[in-house]
């Protein structure tokens, strides 16, 4: 019977299982290039370092055994992690408020099936490239945080060496006005970092789904959303596949 609901569970959550796994991939990859790697588990990735701003210490892969899940993060509580750090609860599933958490935020798994129709990225004026070299990732990350007054580099010049990952920015001339973030991972390709700067229109986040299509080798596109991100996905044809909270120690914010 245990088996059976597992079974199911894995059946229900299917799509919110891989995108969890891509998300936390994702994480790895950015702490990795920080000198700080995670530790993957069957059922959860987690991190006993302080983490790079927005990246969380924990991420669930699993809907089922949250007992296991309180046990490490109970584990990680008792660690010396410096400042804030956070969980990402991929599947709603967890209460952590009585841990000393606070919920940070609530977000939505989505994805882009392959039978979808490609949007048209075609902007007048609009080139789309990948980044490839460090001053343009500098370009890219000042682009990407806007008004924002944190100032330490999240994305290190080693992501650019990896071949599951890619930078990809709209560019006007040499200027960067919108773009995103694909990783590859077995079953998808997530996209994640989607933005926009206040003078781009919204057909730059089609834009930005079509180039990461492009270069997806047809696999399904896989992210979480929120708010008016998230309805801008839904209209491309992105379906919701599951819900997620991020719970923070402190005032920390953890994406």
Known sequence: MASELKAS???????????ARNNAEWCDFVCRSHRVPGEFYEDIWINRNATPPFYPNVVTLSPWESMRHHEIIRELIKMPIPGGW???????????????????????????????DIPDAHIPGISWRKIEKPAELTAWEN?????????????????????RIVF?????????????????????????NIFLSGETPREFHAGCVAEVFRRSGGLPLIGWERGD???????????????????????????
């Open 9 to 19: 569970l894995v059946a229900d959550f299917s799509w919110a299982i891989k995108a």
């Open 86 to 116: 956070g969980v990402k609860d991929s599947f709603a599933a967890l209460d952590l408020a009585s841990e000393g958490f606070q919920e940070l935020l609530t977000g939505e798994w989505i994805c882009w099936p392959k039978s979808s």
């Open 143 to 163: 682009a990407w945080r806007g008004n924002s007054q944190e100032r330490s580099s999240i994305f290190l010049p080693r992501l650019l060496q990896e071949q």
């Open 168 to 192: 990809i920015a709209a560019f006007q001339e040499n200027k960067i006005l919108a773009g995103c973030i694909a990783n590859r991972s077995e079953h998808a390709v997530g996209i994640s």
């Open 229 to 255: 991100d998230l309805v801008a996905m839904r209209s491309l044809g992105f379906e919701s596949v599951g819900r997620l909270k991020v719970w923070v120690k402190r005032d920390e914010q953890c994406g």
